[in-house]
């Protein structure tokens, strides 16, 4: 079943409170929803939201054997797929176009970024590689589930860490981690997606990270993700709103700051949780 | 004093009079695991608090949930989907949607019928909640004809809340809605389906209705009456 769209009062109401740069929620036009991020007892179990959406990501490490084109790499899977758990919308086996576009954003920023580097994943070459499994789960849709998706994957796979193994000759000895402290996986840098939504009218500024209802009615949406270095991996327009380059600019710059800020908290977030982790032995 | 029970517990409701409200259900062929509880057993068929009336009479289950099903009388807001034959598919929130008819609106006849277009809002009353059937609704009171404040509503904004949320601010008691009102003037429509439909003179006080709804709502903030006045103020500044 297709989502009914938003009544008329709801639609003009939207669109002229976003005309006079108000929002419902109260918020800024360039402002997001603060996240929340909470760990789990394991180790790479993230669960993020952002107002009323909710993700949880989690990662699981096992030893397989490379395909023989890349003999040193190792592997990265990401299993997402929403359930009609978030919302009424969405059903079971059959993938809604947004859910098409989460899964492939999901792939070009966790994975085609090369967030996470694959040779150090690499056991014994040809032989024994670790392959990862980013397994996403949509719990509650409020909105930009895209931009709350890839800040959870991408804290999981900071927060991950795998055992410690030991090569001798053809030996592979897998230390648990009560014997040696597992490690964490080797990571480039930390791409965020920010998503802004662009409206009909064209005197109407987009908002960034949109909620249900203003991602109902946008006329297109603009996600990019990039890191703190400001360095840009993806750029995706969905939706046929003509931008100019310099509101292009505008926004850009917009992202690095929120970028920063977001890679401030989750630098901030996995600290403290480490810190509370930490057993000492005398 | 309420108890908890969860879908498929036995509830030990018994009286000559017996009325049962949401979330029981009496089963006319009891299982075997009900023996002892009378012919005609009474199971609950939601989580939540048990309540009855003094006299033991009255039973309910109070609970919370953001999935709407209907029931027959209550009031709701929804959005017409669609034309269908001589009447109109309405989204409730319900997992069907809901069929009003073209006639039954105060002084429709064949000829002349309200205009409602595809989006169009409207307050409304179930009239059938059958469970193998599709859930009907009307415009107007049956005995009267007169609409009693059904109807097309336009303008505003729509909100959704939890079910527990509508079922609060519909309490005469309950402070929300007293004190909005005594601050600016408001209109407001409460549908039983979780969804509050407001209309105010200004954009902004619109706006601060639907984040005290938010904030109130047990399924979100909680928030109480002093937390609402503060949150008022400074939306105000």
Redesign the interface.
């Known amino acids: 079943m297709r989502p009914?769209?938003?009544?008329?009062?709801?639609?003009?109401?939207?669109y002229?409170?976003l005309k006079?740069s108000?929002r419902?929620?109260?918020r800024d036009q360039l402002e997001l929803r603060t996240p929340t991020i909470t760990f789990g007892p394991d180790l790479g179990w993230v669960e993020c939201s952002f107002g009323?959406t909710r993700v949880i990501a989690q990662v699981e490490a096992k030893m397989v054997k490379p395909p023989p084109e890349r003999p040193f790499e190792g592997m990265i899977t990401i299993h997402s797929e929403i359930s009609p758990m978030a919302s009424?919308d969405y059903e079971l086996g059959r993938p809604s176009e947004e859910e098409v576009t989460i899964t492939r954003m999901l792939d070009k920023v966790l994975k085609r970024s090369d967030a996470v580097d694959k040779e150090s994943l690499c056991i014994l070459a040809g032989q024994r590689v670790w392959h990862l499994r980013l397994t996403v789960h949509f719990l509650a849709d409020g909105g930009n589930m895209l931009d709350c998706a890839c800040l959870a994957g991408m804290v999981a796979f900071k927060h991950f860490r795998r055992p410690e193994v030991e090569v001798i000759g053809d030996e592979v000895i897998v230390h648990s981690p009560d014997e040696r402290a597992p490690l964490p996986l080797a990571i480039h840098h930390t791409p965020f997606c920010i998503t802004f939504a662009f409206f009909p009218d064209p005197a109407t500024r987009p908002v960034v990270d949109p909620s249900l209802l203003e991602q109902r009615l946008s006329a297109g949406l603009l996600s990019i993700a990039l890191n703190a270095q400001r360095e840009i991996c993806v750029l995706q327009k969905a939706g046929g709103v003509p931008t100019a380059p310099d509101e292009l600019l505008r926004l850009l710059t917009v992202a690095v700051n929120l970028a920063r800020d977001l890679d401030k908290l989750v630098e901030a977030r996995l600290r403290e949780d480490w810190a509370g982790r930490k057993v000492e032995v005398r | 004093m309420s108890s908890i029970v969860l879908p498929g517990e036995y509830v030990p409701a018994q009286h000559v009079n017996l009325k049962l409200g949401p979330g029981l259900l009496q089963l006319t062929t009891p299982h075997a695991s009900a023996a002892g509880l009378g012919s005609q057993p009474v199971v609950s068929i939601r989580a939540g608090a048990l309540n009855h009336s003094a006299n033991k009479s009255r039973w309910w289950v109070e609970g919370n949930s953001r999935r709407y099903v209907p029931a027959p009388q209550e009031s709701v807001i929804g959005t017409v989907t669609g034309r269908s034959g001589e009447g109109w598919r309405v989204d409730i929130g319900s997992a069907h949607p809901a069929s009003l008819d073209g006639l039954a609106f105060e002084g429709a006849t064949k000829r002349n019928k309200p205009n409602l277009k595809v989006g169009s809002l409207l307050y409304a009353r179930v009239s059938l909640a059958h469970k193998d059937m599709e859930p009907e609704l009307e415009c107007f009171d049956a005995q009267t004809h007169k609409a009693e404040g059904f109807g097309e509503l336009k303008d505003g904004f729509v909100t959704q809340c939890s079910l527990q949320m509508s079922r609060l601010l519909l309490d005469s008691k309950h402070f929300l809605l007293p004190l909005l009102g005594s601050r600016f003037p408001l209109e407001a429509a409460v549908g039983m389906n979780g969804r509050i439909w407001v209309s105010t003179k200004e954009m902004k006080q619109t706006i601060a209705v639907v984040r005290c709804i938010e904030a109130v709502d047990p399924y979100g903030g909680g928030m109480d009456e002093a937390g609402v006045k503060k949150l008022l103020c400074r939306l105000e500044s």
Do not use: N, Q, W
């Open positions: 009914p769209s938003p009544s008329i009062p709801e639609k003009e109401f939207t002229e409170a006079h108000l419902l929620d109260g009323r009424v």
